[in-house]
C-alpha cells in the first residue's frame, strides 16, 4: 500500500494534477473540525437567506400597503429552521420566492412605521412615527415574542435593497445588507454584515460575518418544482474559528408520479475551511472538501428509501489526504495512508 501511495503521489507532481500526502492523526482531526466548520457555514448560509426571505416578505407587504398580511406569531426562528425553509422547494416563481411585490416598474421604498399587532382588532397594523414609535427613518416590526427587526427596503420591478438589522431578541446583533437583481427567472443576490444568535438553553450559537453571493432560479413543472441555488464567497465563524470559501451548487426537485413522491438533492463544488488560530484571522491550515453528490428519497405512502452517489476528495494545505466514496449507501474517507472513516455527507448542506 505504501509503494502504491508513493507512486500516486510521483504520478500526480508528474502528471501535472493534484499532489497527495500522507494522513496522519493530526490532519484527520483537522479534517472533523473542518466538517463542524463546513455544517456551520452552510447552516448560517442558508439561515441567511432564510432572514431575507422575511425582510423581503415584509417590505414587500409594507410597500403593498397589506402589513395586515405578515405573521408576527412566530418571530423569528432558529437558524437551523430558517435555513431548512429557504432551501426547501417552492411553488411559483422566482420572484414571488424573493418576496418582490411586483406592484410598480417604478422605484418602491416601504414606509416608515412600526407593524405591531393592534390590541382591538388583533390584525397587524402600522403605527406611524411619533410619541408611541420611533421608527422615523425605517420600519420596525414588533413580533409577539417580543423579536424587532428594523427593516429598510426599496425595489423596482427587477431588483431591491434591503437591510434586515435585529434590536431584540436571540438575533440581536444581526445586521445584514441584501442586493438583488433579477433577470428573468434567476435572481442574483449578494450579502453582507454579520449574523448573531444566542437563545437560552440553546446549544446553537451563532457570530459569524458574510460576504456571500447566491444565485437562484425556480422552475415549475406540470409535476415538479426544481430550485437551483449556487453559492459564492466567504463566512467566516468567529466560535469555530473557521472561515469557509463556498463555490458550490445546490439544486432540489420534487416531483410526483402516481402515488410516489421523488426528492433529489444534488451538490456540486467545493468548500475550503481556514482553520484560524486564536487572533481569529491568521491562517492555521486549511482543509478542502470537493464533492460531487446526488442524494435521491423516493416515497410512497409511509415506505420511503433514500440512494446515495457521491465522490470527491479532501484536501489539506492543497494536498489530496482523502479520498470521498460511496458503499452500500454510505459515504467514507478512504485516507492516503489505507485507513477509511464515516464520512457525514449532510455537512454538506442543510437538507442533504
Known amino acids: 500500500m505504501r509503494r502504491i501511495l508513493i507512486a500516486a503521489t510521483i504520478c500526480a507532481a508528474a502528471c501535472g494534477g493534484k499532489s497527495t500526502i500522507m494522513a496522519t492523526a493530526a490532519i484527520k482531526a483537522s479534517a472533523t473540525q473542518a466538517q463542524s466548520g463546513m455544517s456551520s457555514a452552510s447552516t448560517n448560509t442558508e439561515a441567511s437567506i432564510g432572514l431575507q426571505g422575511i425582510g423581503s416578505a415584509v417590505g414587500g407587504a409594507a410597500a403593498s400597503g397589506n402589513v395586515s398580511t405578515v405573521d408576527l406569531s412566530t418571530g423569528l426562528q432558529d437558524p437551523g429552521q430558517l435555513a431548512a425553509a429557504a432551501l426547501a422547494p417552492s411553488s411559483g416563481s ?56 428594523k427593516v429598510t427596503w426599496s425595489e423596482t420591478a427587477t431588483s431591491f435593497d434591503l437591510k434586515f438589522e435585529v434590536t431584540m431578541g436571540p438575533w440581536t446583533g444581526t445586521n445584514l445588507h441584501y442586493t438583488g437583481n433579477l433577470n428573468g427567472n434567476t435572481a442574483t443576490v449578494g450579502v453582507s454584515g454579520s449574523m448573531q444568535f444566542s437563545r437560552s438553553g440553546s446549544l446553537v450559537h451563532v457570530n459569524a460575518d458574510f460576504s456571500v453571493t447566491y444565485v437562484v432560479s425556480v422552475s415549475q413543472g406540470t409535476n415538479s418544482t426544481t430550485v437551483n ?81 457521491l465522490n470527491g476528495d479532501v484536501e489539506y494545505d492543497g494536498a489530496v489526504a482523502g479520498n470521498l466514496v460511496t458503499k452500500n449507501n454510505q459515504v467514507y474517507v478512504d485516507w492516503t495512508d489505507g485507513m477509511e472513516d464515516t464520512f457525514d455527507p449532510s455537512v454538506l448542506a442543510h437538507q442533504l
Open 94 to 149: 422566482v420572484h414571488q420566492a424573493l418576496r418582490l411585490s411586483g406592484a410598480s416598474n417604478a422605484a418602491t421604498s416601504i414606509p416608515v412605521g412600526c407593524v405591531r399587532r393592534d390590541p382591538g382588532t388583533g390584525s397587524p397594523t402600522l403605527t406611524p412615527p411619533g410619541p408611541a414609535c420611533a421608527a422615523d427613518t425605517y420600519l420596525e416590526v414588533d413580533y409577539d415574542n417580543g423579536d424587532v427587526v
Open 229 to 309: 441555488i449556487s453559492v459564492s464567497g466567504t463566512a467566516t465563524d468567529h466560535i469555530a474559528l473557521v472561515r469557509a470559501h463556498e463555490n458550490f451548487g445546490l439544486g432540489l426537485e420534487n416531483s410526483t408520479s402516481g402515488q410516489t413522491t421523488t426528492g433529489t438533492v444534488r451538490w456540486n463544488g467545493g468548500v475550503g475551511i481556514d482553520l484560524l488560530k486564536a487572533d481569529g484571522v491568521t491562517t492555521d491550515h486549511s482543509v478542502a472538501f470537493n464533492v460531487n453528490a446526488t442524494v435521491t428519497t423516493q416515497t410512497t405512502g409511509t415506505a420511503s428509501t433514500t440512494t446515495w452517489s
